[in-house]
């Protein structure tokens, strides 16, 4: 099984940063790609930004400029800088994983249980 743990959440005033870390443990063989998602009360989730295991990534409109995701392939870890920070941003942050378990041609996307981000004004 695999699990996937955040940590870096905090109460942070605005202008503020914080650094969230994401680590997967378990039956892995291979991460094609992780992310960060953040769904706030009322609101839907949304994809906050993403890596792909090349490097490659991508940014929600809202964080471009603000924010930057990098990952450490071996180790499993992705991280997510956060700079300039606004209320709006207050959130549950969420890690993704798309995870290959051995050589057979199948992911499975795979969930943090979240950790709370709150930028008070």
């Known amino acids: 099984q695999v699990q996937l743990v955040e940590s870096g959440g905090d109460l942070v005033q605005a202008g503020g940063s914080l650094r969230l870390s994401c680590a997967a443990s378990?039956?892995?063989?291979?991460?094609?790609?992780m992310g960060w998602y953040r769904q706030a009360p009322g609101k839907q989730r949304e994809l906050v930004a993403g890596?792909?295991?090349?490097?490659?990534?991508n940014y929600g409109d809202s964080v471009k400029g603000r924010f930057t995701i990098s990952r450490d392939n071996a180790k499993n870890t992705v991280y997510l800088q956060m700079n300039s920070l606004k209320p709006e941003d207050t959130a549950v942050y969420y890690c993704?994983?798309?995870?290959?378990?051995?050589?057979?041609?199948?992911?499975?996307?795979?969930w943090g249980q979240g950790t709370q981000v709150t930028v008070s004004s």
């Open positions: 890596i792909t295991s090349g490097g490659t990534t």
């Open positions: 993704n994983a798309n995870v290959r378990y051995s050589s057979r041609p199948y992911e499975y996307s795979h």
């Open positions: 378990g039956t892995i063989f291979s991460i094609s790609a």
